[in-house]
């Protein structure tokens, strides 16, 4: 029955009878009792079947847009959440060892404000030094530290020191601030003293020296460990006192490599500083600057991010400011470890690597005899 149906209303269009009636969709009905011919009651049931189906897959259809839109925008939103994840969280951790708070509202605790300004210096010699050791500022006084007055200029001494931590830290600081009573030679900020906060500490100097020492030409920041002869210095920066703009000197390390090894004391990742070689630096372990740079180079700190190695830090800076280090008059008068020498290797340099406060001692004893001409 079915196919005849079909072939029956196939024939009327087939043959062109145009003006017969056009097939009409009555509503569905479930009555056993309604009447009707055996074809109307065939036709019906199989349109009932496809309007159900069709109503079934428009809800389905329906249904999966809405949950589809819903997912899109739950994702949406999701996406703009800021929690980071665990893995960015330990990738920023792991960076932030290699960098330095800085610049950050630091102040001074123990403070010489006037003293620089007042004695008018030629020559500021700065000595960071960590503040149990105090050993190593008694053997400086008693050295280098006592030329205050050098080939007819000025030379003044300060040591740059941060807070002590761990066990025993405030009976410390209570010797620490006996000591400044004693000596006013101590300036002394609020971070905690430690190698990774060497550049806090060579910002906290460069503060210290731009709003203290006015009226002075330059100063030198030198390590606690170091002989320094303070005569040689001088008369070198006399011979070259028309550099004093933009001037800093010392030994200047060019073309120097990132070191990528994680055991080296010096290390730095590829993600915290992704160049190959470092910009020319003078080295930390003495370096002489004239005193127009602190203020240029806390202004650079505000453009370049503090990474620990300090004296690679000022370099970046001096990039920054578009500035190289100079290249001392020769390279024997910046020296790093010498061994043992006699009187005549330190009064031709100006610095030169000790192994400990007593040969500093022993050696300046050699320093100031005298003897035969070199």
Not at 47 to 74: D, N, P, Q, T
Not at 80 to 91: L, R
């Amino acid at each position: 029955m079915t196919w005849i149906c079909r072939n029956q209303v196939s024939e009327q269009f087939v043959h062109g009878n145009h003006e017969a009636s056009p097939l009409t969709v009555k509503p569905c009905s479930t009555d056993d009792n309604q009447q009707g011919s055996e074809w109307s009651q065939t036709k019906k049931r199989p349109w009932c079947r496809r309007g159900f189906i069709s109503l079934f897959l428009f809800l389905v259809v329906m249904a999966l847009m809405f949950f589809f839109e819903y997912f899109k925008s739950f994702t949406l939103d999701w996406k703009h959440v800021t929690v980071p994840t665990p893995h960015k969280a330990v990738a920023v951790k792991h960076l932030d060892k290699f960098y330095v708070e800085y610049p950050h509202e630091y102040h001074f605790i123990l403070d010489e404000p006037e003293k620089c300004g007042e004695e008018n210096p030629f020559l500021v010699l700065m000595v960071p030094v960590a503040p149990y050791n105090r050993e190593a500022r008694d053997a400086i006084r008693s050295t280098w530290g006592t030329e205050r007055q050098v080939l007819g200029k000025e030379v003044r001494l300060f040591f740059l020191l941060g807070l002590p931590s761990g066990e025993g830290a405030d009976q410390l600081q209570v010797k620490v601030s006996e000591e400044s009573r004693d000596h006013r030679d101590l300036l002394q900020s609020d971070f905690i003293d430690c190698y990774k906060n060497l550049t806090i500490k060579t910002m906290m100097m460069m503060e210290w020296l731009s709003s203290r020492c006015p009226n002075a030409s330059y100063a030198m920041k030198i390590d606690s460990d170091m002989f320094l002869n303070v005569n040689t210095l001088v008369n070198m920066l006399l011979q070259h006192q028309a550099e004093n703009q933009n001037f800093m000197t010392g030994s200047v390390a060019v073309g120097a490599a990132v070191l990528r090894d994680p055991d080296s004391k010096w290390y730095l990742p590829l993600e915290a500083f992704p160049e190959p070689v470092y910009p020319p630096y003078t080295l930390g372990l003495g370096y002489v600057f004239s005193l127009d740079l602190p203020r240029k180079l806390l202004e650079a700190s505000r453009h370049v991010k503090a990474v620990y190695i300090e004296d690679v830090y000022l370099g970046l800076c001096m990039r920054h400011l578009g500035i190289r280090p100079k290249d001392p008059p020769s390279w024997k008068l910046f020296r790093g470890y010498a061994g043992v020498q006699d009187g005549c290797h330190y009064r031709t340099v100006i610095t030169t690597i000790l192994s400990s406060s007593q040969q500093l001692l022993d050696v300046w004893k050699d320093f100031k005899r005298v003897g035969p001409a070199c």
